[in-house]
């Protein structure tokens, strides 16, 4: 997730870092090359695109950029639903903590090491990494070698462990339940997580897009250049800028779990349960908060 304050109007002008223009550059310099090939024919053969009206081209621009606006909300709306999703969970895990403070120590470290260990297991599960590799720092519990679902079978593990405590009158049942209810939480937001990353905005809807504002920038030059002549650059591709910068920015947010600049810092929101757990735990030397590198926080 990229952190940068209210842009300057140097940052406007110059900023780089942060910007989508590294992602969509090679579009920019394929549509200036076109751009100058359509210039030069309309200059060697004066009136070759007369014929071309502007007039299409100002209606089809209008109906793309509402058509790449209920995209862009459509996987905004993805983003947001992974970040609410991400409080949830870190919500749980601290309502989780308070409520086993009366515990053992013994039996209080095994359950919030058991909910570190589910944060880290869901990152790389959303991320595709090895979801066994990232919980056994934290739990080294056997969660079976063919088990589809390690992360999951660490928040089974947590459950079996609180109604052992439950039947050896260390919690009432009450307790027990309550216990249960953030277990569920934890549970409902691996799904939503897994519902997002698992099903992509149609395939069919995203290239339908695609199509449309590559065959618009590429055409829109040959209907300029007859009356712009170089001037037919500015108008080009400052429309090839804002239609492939927002495609670019839709495809970054359709997947709010990934690697992209503009995607979730989950890595920052798992430090963080870690760091809150083990603080309430008594430790001192608690691993550093994952800081911003170039503006951008993972």
Request: net charge positive.
């Amino acid at each position: 997730m990229i952190l940068r304050s209210k842009p300057s109007f140097k940052d406007i002008l110059f900023a780089i870092n942060g910007s989508i223009l590294p992602r969509i550059a090679p579009h920019l310099i394929g549509i200036s090359f076109i751009s100058i090939v359509a210039i030069f024919a309309a200059q060697d053969h004066p009136g070759i695109f007369a014929r071309i009206s502007a007039i299409p081209f100002t209606l089809i621009g209008i109906a793309l950029s509402v058509f790449m606006s209920f995209r862009n909300n459509a996987c905004y709306a993805r983003w947001w639903e992974g970040r609410k999703l991400w409080g949830e969970l870190i919500i749980a895990c601290r309502s989780f903590a308070r409520q086993t403070s009366a515990l053992e120590e013994r039996d209080r470290t095994f359950l919030l090491h058991g909910l570190c260990g589910f944060s880290a297991g869901l990152v790389a599960r959303l991320r595709g990494q090895d979801e066994r590799a990232a919980i056994k720092p934290w739990f080294d519990m056997s969660l079976g070698p063919n088990n589809p679902n390690p992360t999951n079978a660490v928040l089974d593990h947590i459950g079996k462990h609180c109604l052992t405590l439950m039947r050896g009158h260390q919690i009432g049942a009450i307790h027990y339940s309550v216990l249960e209810g953030q277990i569920t939480a934890l549970s409902e937001v691996q799904g939503g997580c897994e519902r997002i990353a698992l099903t992509p905005v149609p395939f069919a809807y995203s290239l339908l897009l695609h199509r449309t504002a590559l065959v618009f920038c590429v055409t829109l030059p040959f209907a300029l250049a007859g009356s712009l002549d170089w001037w037919t650059l500015l108008p080009v591709l400052i429309v090839a800028y804002t239609f492939f910068g927002l495609d670019a920015l839709g495809h970054q947010l359709e997947d709010p779990f990934g690697r992209e600049p503009n995607a979730l810092p989950l890595d920052a929101m798992q430090r963080t349960v870690e760091r809150e757990l083990l603080s309430l735990l008594g430790h001192q030397d608690l691993p550093d908060p994952i800081k911003p590198h170039k503006n951008v926080l993972r």
